[in-house]
């Protein structure tokens, strides 16, 4: 049988037949109705965070929490290029200019050493990726965003649920993005959410994402349609009841691999945080030496198993931004270094241990 390198999860089928039965009673199907009310509630509860805004995927969610920062135009947003490609085009959507700061070789986040050097005039926030999950230096980032009077958002895609010396991820920097998309650890089938502590900048980000209206007789913003609907709502609220089986099963993948993996020559695998509650959303793994990542990579299809070069290439090095004088992998060689070589196998709540097995043993083999 062939292991994809992501499968998502679903709540029993049961289970959802019976949270959407309500919507064949109130025929209300979208525009924040009672299954939106109800996940925002548990997000806020579960996130512990003042304030949360749905959306109808991540992307939007991002694209409209830096439109909620009115930053003037041509403005410049400090980030990562080790990242899928929503964060950087969130960034350009919004008529700003990304400017890429090279990662750290030990977790891909931020390095925070080589971020004030990336600093102008023109300067207006500082927008970091929690990559695979891990954390980024919060503490550093603060610092440097408070004695520049820069803003701090986000990329909390891959890291919902997770703590960091028992603080919630979401409540770091001015706002945070997670993803609820179908491939993520918690999933709305499509979706996202904007957390921020600001209630007047959750009102905005709640007009925007419906053109702007705010009542039937004022509309206040020029919006565009980003709304979470009732059924993905729906999938949420089941979701969320089974999130903390879900991380601990991918714990237990993830411990596997580990045990499987450590001391074998030429790969580095992910290091864990004693002060961080992980969500265990990714098993990435660098090859060097005799394990070339590109043929590790068509030995594991090979044999039926998916693995991803996440995240080759670089967004810095896309056709689409090779104008921005901004642009080029040269500009951030350990993100480059890492790009060459990274593979995150296969990794889901399901993923049976003997298959983890399996996959360890063909690249150990190799
Ligand atoms: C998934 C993802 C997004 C976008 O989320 P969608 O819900 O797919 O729109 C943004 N940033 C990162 C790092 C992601 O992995």
Known sequence: MAINVTRSSMPPFEEYCEEIKKLWDSHWLTNM???????????????????????????????????????????????????????????????????????????????????????????????????????????????????????????????FGEKYDGESVANFGDASMFSFHATKAFNTIE??????????????????????????????????????????????????????????????VFERYMENLLGTDDLSLPIPRVNVESNYSYFPVIFTGHLDRDRVFLTLRENGIVARKYFYPLTNEYECYRDYPTAGRDKTPVAAYHADRVLTLPMYADLALDDVDRICEIIKEM
């Not at 109808?56 to 694209?63: S, V």
């Not at 207006?124 to 701090?152: Q, S, T």
């Not at 979470?228 to 089974?242: D, T, V, Y």
């Open 191 to 252: 979706g996202g959410a904007v957390c921020i502590k600001d209630a007047m900048m959750a009102e905005t980000l709640n007009d925007m994402k419906n053109f702007g209206i705010r009542n039937p007789e004022s509309c206040v913003f020029v919006g565009g349609n980003a709304k979470m609907n009732e059924f993905q709502a729906a999938m949420g609220i089941c979701n969320l009841r089974h999130f903390d089986e879900e991380i601990a099963k991918r714990r237990a």
């Open 33 to 159: 109705g009672t299954e939106h009310e109800t996940l925002e509630r548990q997000l806020k509860e579960f996130l512990d965070c003042p304030e949360v805004v749905l959306f109808t995927n991540g992307h939007l969610a991002l694209e409209n929490a830096i439109a909620a920062f009115e930053f003037p135009r041509g403005g410049e947003v400090i980030t990562t290029p080790f990242t899928f490609a929503s964060t950087t085009h969130a960034i350009v959507r919004n008529g700003l200019t990304p400017v890429f700061c090279d990662v750290n070789p030990f977790d891909f986040t931020i390095d925070v050493e080589k971020i004030e050097e990336l600093i102008t005039d023109r300067t207006v926030a500082i927008l970091p990726v929690h990559v695979y999950g891990n954390i980024c230096n919060v503490e550093a980032v603060k610092d440097i965003a408070e004695r520049h009077g820069l803003r701090v958002i986000y990329d909390a895609a891959h890291a």
